[in-house]
């Protein structure tokens, strides 16, 4: 890590501060970048080379988190009822 990635920065997503400040360069439990999170799940995009923070607090990651896990589970709901018709059209 630069130096300059290293200095406080507030949270990219609600311009907070928190004590537990996360990069968004780190990996989720599930081995997801948290960058690649953001990408899929809000309306803004972050360039690897922009000035801006590159950090996120754990409110937020908590918040990502929550939204990645239930963009995947409508999904999943979606594909079951689709499976579901299919069935019964047999
Ligand atoms: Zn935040």
């Given at each position: 890590m630069e130096a300059s990635e290293k200095m406080e920065q507030p949270c990219r997503l609600c311009d907070g501060s928190g004590e537990k400040m996360?990069?968004?360069f780190?990996?989720?439990e599930e081995g997801q970048q948290i960058?690649?999170?953001i990408k899929e799940c809000l309306p803004?995009?972050?360039y690897r080379t922009d000035p801006l923070s590159k950090q996120i607090c754990e409110k937020c990651f908590n918040n990502l988190e929550?939204?990645?896990r239930f963009k995947k589970?409508?999904?999943y709901t979606a594909e079951?009822?689709?499976e579901n018709?299919?069935?019964n059209w047999r």
């Open positions: 996360l990069s968004v780190d990996k989720t960058l690649h999170l803004i995009i972050i929550l939204v990645s589970s409508s999904q079951k009822h689709k018709l299919r069935a």
